[in-house]
């Protein structure tokens, strides 16, 4: 049974999909600010935090964010009644997996949540189906989620890791940032161009710091792609 932390400082919204997830088989555990999160989160390690912004205490939700992802990739979807653009992208960069606007269909919430965990799922390995891919000194293994650089694992959030993959699996091709979005998380997906071009950022820094030999291009115009002809 898959454990989901839910943190709103509104009771009747924690009440709403905390029904709602144990009425689908999940455990649920409520919390009404983000300063009780880190000590529980250390000791149960949920599967996925379902979580508020705007919240009293010494954090908000986006403080909640940063620290976790220091410790963990669990899934983080973000549920606020702040929707501006620019609100989806600061939680989609610093590391949330989606982002819902209040008020929202408890029933999405509940779809979002099972894409993301078929996403994180490790991909079980047949003969038919290939689970490693490697371009250079970059590696990409399906099967534990996992991409090294000559062995060394690099840390990547779930964003990060599906776009390089995405981009290792499908070598030499150019994609524009819609195509990356709508192929990667799906055409419902709330990201936004501006998404991408951080991801890109931050997977460029973290490539060079690890001294790979495979670079994302920018194709000038269009998108991005990555080449194996280092």
Known sequence: MKHIFVIDDDANIRQLILRYLEKEGYKVTTFENADSVLEAFNVMQPDALVLDIMMP????????CKKIRTV???????VSAKDEAVDRIIGLELGADDYLSKPFSPRELLVRLKIIFRRIEPVMATEQETTLYQINDVKIDDSKRVCTVNGAEMSLTNNEYMLLSYLVKN??????????????????????????DDLVKRLRKKLKAMNAQVEITTVWGYGYRIDDNL
Request: no cysteine; net charge negative.
């Open 57 to 64: 205490g010494t954090m908000d939700g986006l403080d909640l």
């Open 171 to 196: 070598k030499n091709i150019s994609f524009t940032r819609e195509n990356l979005i709508q192929n990667i998380w799906g055409y419902d997906y709330v990201g936004e161009s501006r998404m991408i």
């Open 72 to 78: 963990s990739q669990v899934p983080i979807i973000f």
